[in-house]
């Protein structure tokens, strides 16, 4: 059985740069300083201003974390697997 896997559905045109996401897992979120907003580190654009990453239970932690920290909830956790929001 393959272990389970997880997304992160980034919503970067909404972060209003509050960096709390580098604070809580700063190895995957880092503030650009162009526009002073974060970075998902790994990410790929799936559409305009939209990012995404794939990863592991071993971060899954750390991304929900982050997540939840956002006061605006722009970073969004599913299990791949099932589709099921997490956050």
Same mark, same amino acid.
């Given at each position: 059985?393959?272990?389970?896997?997880?997304?992160?559905?980034?919503?970067?045109i909404n972060?209003?740069g509050?960096?709390?996401c580098?604070?809580?897992?700063p &190895?995957?979120w880092v503030?650009n300083k162009?526009?002073?907003?974060?970075?998902?580190?790994?990410?790929? /654009? *799936?559409?305009?201003?939209?990012?995404?990453?794939?990863?592991?239970a071993?971060?899954? &932690?750390?991304?929900?974390?982050?997540?939840q920290?956002?006061p605006?909830?722009?970073i969004?956790v599913? /299990? *791949?697997?099932?589709g099921k929001?997490?956050?």
């Amino acid at each position: 059985m393959s272990p389970k896997k997880y997304r992160i559905v980034y919503d970067r045109i909404n972060c209003i740069g509050a960096g709390s996401c580098v604070i809580s897992y700063p &190895e995957r979120w880092v503030m650009n300083k162009v526009d002073d907003k974060a970075d998902l580190r790994g990410g790929k /654009e *799936i559409k305009e201003h939209t990012w995404e990453v794939e990863f592991t239970a071993e971060e899954l &932690e750390k991304f929900l974390e982050s997540a939840q920290v956002c006061p605006v909830n722009v970073i969004h956790v599913y /299990e *791949i697997e099932t589709g099921k929001r997490l956050i």
